[in-house]
């Protein structure tokens, strides 16, 4: 047998193994040994431990051991246990659906919300599944919620968290690829919202066509728990609770008279209840003076930074990062948008506090209290990675420190969680690294023996268009999900059409983000979707399968729909990574 | 000896060098904190930090193959494999450890030990710069971990043959689960009622079960 044979041997074997349901790292060794050791075997050694591929073998290990990619792995997978044990879902759950209780469809909205906000900290799809079929499933069963809105939204949602960076999936695939963490991060972003922004659009979309399938919570769901000495204190001084807090600092006599918990009320518990209030405004505050620092501060700081003046898309102002193409220095309609934000900002505040009754600070309160601290964890460390300030290892740990922090603010953290936390870490560090040492063999051993040029030349053969490439490449991706694991796929499958990108002109990056949306539509699609069955695991007997299955079809389309935008605008991908490290 | 406290001895020696691998990772991360401490806050950065995360690190994914293995949490494509039954899945994976996890590892333990041991003979240092850190004993590591996981591979191969006789896997230590965490959300929550709390806790498992099979296993088809 040729040794191109050989390699597609050693190709079609794997795919049959893997099917036979061996550990794959294990899988992956074995057969790059055996066929490694056919290709360097040389007759003129005598000995039988005298061939090279001992010596592949050994370096590939130690190649995955200091990989400065892969390292951040434990560190961002140890952040999203401790997280996922430090943040209470229910408590996120019920503040977000209070605060959208106005909202058609607010349940679906608020369950969307969370699993978002989860697919930050985590990226468990069975575990948010199950938790989110608990806390969120029954109550919009219960509500008269269509079955398919309900199971459509949790399936969909819950596969979020592959994709919504910080992933382990894109670090993977970056070590695979050789390319740069953040710039991946930074393009997955995009992409990720808007998956959840588009789901969310869908949701309220239809709830408005069509509102029986999800009628409006009685009023005594909707109703926010006021504590009784909250309306006495809006009677002594103003239905506004920031005015009346600041007139309560201000004369605080008649504020001594009520009694909060148990105890009266004192300066130190007005201070803090003004802080709270005054959240909303130091956000929105914090985030554009953040873009303002980093566009004219920073830059000026680094000015070697290239930045290439891209065309500005998407809206301005939208999440933390600056809005506006810069070039070195603040460029020149820098200060205008900036400008134009802070108008927008400053209306939207003050039309806040006009507004701020009793109910509004409540649900402030538990805003502030449920969702905030995990969000702005995140968003530190995402902003941190992203504007280039440490590199992606340095801020996953400071990351995984800061979980360890609020967790233990939270009190919710003991020593069995973090014991646990720990474990399950190494575990999932184990199960991604040795993989990754087979394949890096495996892998080897295939482009030794010409089994991947042999699939080059045969795809260049058949003269395709990029866009035929890209479709075809993207269907068997599609296809591969679903018997595969995500980490089967980026590991052993992926590697094998990075090289043909170069021959059709495709961005490695824009490729690799339109993989990891693709592999969302794969884990959703039926039979196979592994979602659908954790959620049927806790529904109510008459919530049947093909319910949920045909619930999670529109998300499918919606994610397709996704991946035609990505790639006829690849600006939105590229917009950011291009923005925040040049071309 | 008899085979249960046979298997119960390698599983325990795996688990407990790889749980004690496992607290590498509270290490790494202290490390990379106070190296972000000192190079932005206190611009003193430190020569050997590279070297010293990634021994960190390497050490702590090596030593914990075997205990992953111990806990059957290497990532399996089991979607036929789940939905066979336990002698099939003995029979094939019997077979396949055979064909390729010893040879595999058999080969890993052996370069690895000749790898490390030229390296301990020269008494290697690490490259990345001037002066670096030893690395021989990091090197060493390698074999280390190459025999617990061949030992592991050798209980899961009784495990096997246990399973063939008996059409029934031995059971494995206890060990935390991803899926835990559901209990551990709903254990203390405010705004989900009582009933439906202790039916996901007590089904979290087999829930996780089930949809790894996804409803292979029968029942769930409906």
Same mark, same amino acid.
């Given at each position: 047998?040729?040794?191109?044979?050989?390699?597609?041997?050693?190709?079609?074997?794997?795919?049959?193994?893997?099917?036979?349901?061996?550990?794959?790292?294990?899988?992956?060794?074995?057969?790059?040994?055996?066929?490694?050791?056919?290709?360097?075997?040389?007759?003129?050694?005598?000995?039988?431990?005298?061939?090279?591929?001992?010596?592949?073998?050994v370096q590939r290990t130690y190649g995955a051991m200091t990989n400065d990619v892969l390292i951040s792995i434990p560190l961002?997978?140890?952040?999203?246990?401790?997280?996922?044990?430090?943040?209470?879902?229910?408590?996120?759950?019920?503040?977000?659906?209070?605060?959208?209780?106005?909202?058609?469809?607010?349940?679906?909205?608020?369950?969307?919300?969370?699993?978002?906000?989860?697919?930050?900290?985590?990226?468990?799809?069975?575990?948010?599944?199950?938790?989110?079929?608990?806390?969120?499933?029954?109550?919009?069963?219960?509500?008269?919620?269509?079955?398919?809105?309900?199971?459509?939204?949790?399936?969909?949602?819950?596969?979020?968290?592959?994709?919504?960076?910080?992933?382990?999936?894109?670090i993977?695939?970056?070590a695979?690829?050789?390319?740069?963490v953040?710039?991946?991060?930074?393009?997955?972003?995009?992409?990720?919202?808007?998956?959840?922004?588009?789901?969310?659009?869908?949701?309220?979309?239809?709830?408005?066509?069509?509102?029986?399938?999800?009628?409006?919570?009685?009023?005594?769901?909707?109703?926010?728990?006021?504590?009784?000495?909250?309306?006495?204190?809006?009677?002594?001084?103003?239905?506004?609770?920031?005015?009346?807090?600041?007139?309560?600092?201000?004369?605080?006599?008649?504020?001594?008279?009520?009694?909060?918990?148990?105890?009266?009320?004192?300066?130190?518990?007005?201070?803090?209840?003004?802080?709270?209030?005054?959240?909303?405004?130091?956000?929105?505050?914090?985030?554009?003076?953040?873009?303002?620092?980093?566009?004219?501060?920073?830059?000026?700081?680094?000015?070697?930074? #290239?930045?290439? =003046?891209? %065309?500005? /898309?998407?809206?301005?102002?939208?999440? &933390?990062?600056?809005? +506006? !193409?810069?070039?070195?220095?603040?460029?020149?309609?820098?200060?205008?948008?900036?400008?134009?934000?802070?108008?927008?900002?400053?209306?939207?505040?003050?039309?806040?506090?006009?507004?701020?009754?009793?109910?509004?600070?409540?649900?402030?309160?538990?805003?502030?209290?449920?969702?905030?601290?995990?969000?702005?964890?995140?968003?530190?460390?995402?902003?941190?990675?992203?504007?280039?300030?440490?590199t992606a290892t340095e801020?996953a740990g400071?990351?995984?420190?800061?979980?360890?922090?609020?967790?233990?603010?939270?009190?919710?953290?003991?020593?069995?969680?973090?014991?646990?936390?720990?474990?399950?870490?190494?575990?999932?560090t184990a199960?991604?690294c040795?993989?990754f040492v087979?394949?890096a063999?495996?892998?080897?051993?295939? #482009?030794?023996? =010409?089994? %991947?040029? /042999?699939?080059?030349?045969?795809?260049? &053969?058949?003269?395709? +268009? !990029?866009?035929?490439?890209?479709?075809?490449?993207?269907?068997?991706?599609?296809?591969?999900?679903?018997?595969?694991?995500?980490?089967?796929?980026?590991?052993?499958?992926?590697?094998?059409?990075?090289?043909?990108?170069?021959?059709?002109?495709?961005?490695?990056?824009?490729?690799?983000?339109?993989?990891?949306?693709?592999?969302?539509?794969?884990?959703?699609?039926?039979?196979?979707?592994?979602?659908?069955?954790?959620?049927?695991?806790?529904?109510?007997?008459?919530?049947?399968?093909?319910?949920?299955?045909?619930?999670?079809?529109?998300?499918?389309?919606?994610?397709?729909?996704?991946?035609?935008?990505?790639?006829?605008?690849?600006?939105?991908?590229?917009?950011?990574?291009?923005?925040?490290?040049?071309? | 000896?008899?085979?249960?406290?046979?298997?119960?001895?390698?599983?325990?020696?795996?688990?407990?060098?790889?749980?004690?691998a496992?607290?590498l990772i509270?290490g790494l991360m202290t490390l990379v904190?106070v190296e972000?401490?000192?190079?932005?806050?206190?611009?003193?950065p430190t020569a050997w930090i590279f070297d010293a995360d990634n021994m960190m690190y390497g050490t702590l994914f090596m030593l914990c193959?075997?205990?992953?293995?111990?806990?059957?949490?290497?990532?399996?494509?089991?979607?036929?494999?789940?939905?066979?039954?336990?002698?099939?899945?003995?029979?094939?994976?019997?077979?396949?450890?055979?064909?390729?996890?010893?040879?595999?590892?058999?080969?890993?333990?052996?370069?690895?030990?000749?790898y490390a041991?030229?390296s301990?003979?020269?008494?290697e240092h690490s490259n990345v710069t001037?002066?670096g850190p030893p690395v021989y004993q990091f090197k060493m590591v390698i074999?280390?971990a190459?025999?617990?996981?061949?030992?592991?591979?050798?209980?899961?191969?009784?495990?096997?043959?246990?399973?063939?006789?008996?059409?029934?896997?031995?059971?494995?230590?206890?060990?935390?689960?991803?899926?835990?965490?559901?209990?551990?959300?709903?254990?203390?929550?405010?705004?989900?009622?009582?009933?439906?709390?202790?039916?996901?806790?007590?089904?979290?498992?087999?829930?996780?079960?089930?949809?790894?099979?996804?409803?292979?296993?029968?029942?769930?088809?409906?």
């Amino acid at each position: 047998m040729s040794d191109p044979a050989l390699g597609l041997t050693m190709l079609m074997l794997i795919v049959v193994v893997i099917m036979m349901g061996f550990p794959t790292a294990f899988t992956l060794m074995g057969l790059g040994i055996f066929f490694g050791y056919i290709a360097f075997h040389d007759p003129t050694h005598i000995s039988f431990a005298d061939n090279r591929v001992f010596d592949l073998m050994v370096q590939r290990t130690y190649g995955a051991m200091t990989n400065d990619v892969l390292i951040s792995i434990p560190l961002f997978v140890l952040m999203g246990y401790v997280m996922e044990r430090g943040a209470l879902v229910d408590k996120m759950f019920y503040s977000i659906q209070l605060a959208f209780r106005r909202v058609p469809a607010s349940l679906a909205v608020a369950t969307l919300i969370v699993c978002t906000f989860w697919g930050i900290a985590s990226g468990l799809v069975g575990a948010v599944v199950v938790l989110m079929g608990v806390i969120a499933f029954n109550p919009m069963l219960r509500a008269g919620y269509d079955v398919k809105l309900a199971s459509g939204v949790i399936t969909a949602g819950g596969t979020l968290g592959i994709l919504i960076p910080p992933s382990v999936m894109i670090i993977v695939y970056a070590a695979v690829a050789g390319q740069s963490v953040v710039k991946l991060y930074a393009a997955a972003m995009f992409p990720g919202f808007f998956l959840a922004l588009l789901y969310l659009v869908y949701i309220v979309g239809w709830a408005m066509i069509n509102p029986k399938i999800a009628p409006p919570l009685p009023e005594e769901q909707t109703r926010v728990p006021v504590p009784a000495w909250v309306r006495k204190f809006q009677a002594a001084y103003s239905p506004n609770m920031l005015v009346a807090l600041t007139q309560a600092l201000l004369s605080p006599s008649k504020a001594q008279e009520i009694e909060a918990e148990g105890r009266r009320l004192g300066y130190w518990m007005l201070i803090k209840q003004l802080c709270i209030a005054l959240v909303p405004f130091v956000l929105i505050a914090g985030t554009l003076a953040l873009a303002w620092w980093y566009v004219v501060i920073h830059q000026q700081a680094a000015p070697d930074a #290239a930045v290439s =003046g891209v %065309q500005q /898309l998407g809206t301005p102002g939208l999440g &933390s990062g600056p809005a +506006t !193409p810069a070039e070195r220095g603040p460029p020149e309609g820098f200060y205008f948008w900036l400008g134009l934000c802070a108008l927008a900002g400053a209306l939207m505040v003050v039309r806040y506090y006009r507004r701020m009754d009793a109910d509004r600070f409540e649900v402030l309160k538990l805003l502030t209290s449920s969702v905030m601290p995990l969000g702005i964890l995140t968003v530190v460390v995402l902003a941190v990675i992203l504007f280039g300030i440490t590199t992606a290892t340095e801020s996953a740990g400071v990351g995984a420190a800061g979980a360890f922090l609020l967790a233990m603010q939270a009190r919710t953290l003991d020593w069995k969680r973090t014991k646990e936390a720990v474990f399950l870490t190494a575990k999932t560090t184990a199960m991604v690294c040795w993989l990754f040492v087979g394949s890096a063999l495996f892998s080897g051993v295939f #482009a030794i023996l =010409g089994g %991947q040029s /042999l699939v080059e030349h045969w795809v260049l &053969s058949l003269n395709m +268009t !990029p866009v035929q490439f890209m479709i075809l490449s993207q269907a068997i991706i599609f296809i591969l999900g679903w018997p595969l694991e995500w980490t089967e796929i980026i590991v052993i499958f992926v590697p094998i059409f990075l090289p043909l990108l170069k021959h059709f002109n495709i961005d490695p990056i824009l490729w690799g983000t339109l993989v990891f949306v693709n592999l969302q539509a794969a884990f959703l699609s039926p039979p196979v979707a592994m979602s659908a069955f954790y959620l049927k695991g806790v529904s109510p007997p008459h919530v049947t399968l093909n319910q949920i299955f045909s619930g999670m079809m529109p998300y499918m389309l919606v994610i397709i729909v996704c991946m035609v935008i990505m790639y006829i605008w690849p600006g939105m991908t590229l917009w950011l990574p291009n923005y925040l490290y040049g071309g | 000896m008899n085979v249960q406290s046979f298997l119960r001895t390698i599983d325990g020696i795996s688990t407990w060098v790889g749980k004690a691998a496992a607290w590498l990772i509270i290490g790494l991360m202290t490390l990379v904190c106070v190296e972000v401490f000192k190079r932005y806050i206190l611009n003193a950065p430190t020569a050997w930090i590279f070297d010293a995360d990634n021994m960190m690190y390497g050490t702590l994914f090596m030593l914990c193959g075997a205990y992953t293995l111990a806990q059957n949490a290497h990532v399996r494509g089991d979607f036929l494999y789940s939905s066979m039954r336990p002698r099939m899945q003995a029979g094939l994976d019997i077979a396949l450890y055979a064909i390729f996890f010893v040879p595999g590892i058999a080969a890993l333990i052996y370069a690895g030990y000749d790898y490390a041991a030229i390296s301990w003979r020269i008494a290697e240092h690490s490259n990345v710069t001037a002066n670096g850190p030893p690395v021989y004993q990091f090197k060493m590591v390698i074999p280390i971990a190459g025999a617990l996981v061949m030992l592991q591979g050798i209980a899961e191969m009784v495990r096997c043959v246990v399973c063939l006789r008996t059409g029934e896997w031995p059971s494995r230590l206890h060990d935390v689960a991803e899926i835990d965490v559901v209990e551990e959300q709903l254990a203390d929550s405010e705004y989900v009622d009582e009933e439906s709390r202790k039916i996901a806790i007590a089904r979290a498992h087999e829930i996780d079960e089930t949809a790894r099979q996804r409803g292979m296993g029968g029942e769930l088809n409906t």
